[in-house]
């Protein structure tokens, strides 16, 4: 199998899981998923493209390097920051169990879906 198959792969159970959590309001899970989801799907078109794994964790510049549209760039820029805030969020009361919510983790899922529906079109 070519490798990019698994991330898409990879990015498809990542997207899984964000649904999963956010349907059990793990509302921090469900958003670090829909940036795994993002990352590994645009990754996966980069290595289609070029044979190179990008060991970067920012979706604008993925999204950059992937090609993607204007319109999903920009979603990219909304949900880029979510790696660092969910995984070490920690300051002082400020943690991701506190931050995300049922709002903006469903907006991430959408934007999540987005892309992974683009790559895979565009795969």
């Known amino acids: 199998m ?4 698994y991330w898409i792969e990879q990015a498809e159970a990542d997207f899984r899981k964000a649904k999963i ?3 059990n309001q793990q509302y921090d899970g469900a958003s670090f998923y829909s940036q795994q989801t993002a990352e590994k799907s645009l990754k996966a078109l980069i290595i289609k493209k070029s044979g190179e794994l990008w060991k970067i964790h920012d979706l604008v510049i993925l999204g950059r390097k992937a090609g993607i549209t204007e319109e999903l760039l920009k979603k990219c820029k909304r949900i880029s920051q979510i790696y660092a805030t969910s995984r070490y969020g920690v300051f002082g009361d400020k943690i ?9 983790s469903k907006e991430y899922i959408k934007i999540a879906k987005e892309i992974l529906e683009w790559v895979k079109k565009m795969i």
């Open 2 to 5: 070519e490798e990019y198959k």
């Open 21 to 23: 959590l956010f349907d």
């Open 96 to 104: 991701p169990a506190r931050i995300f919510n049922k709002e903006n």
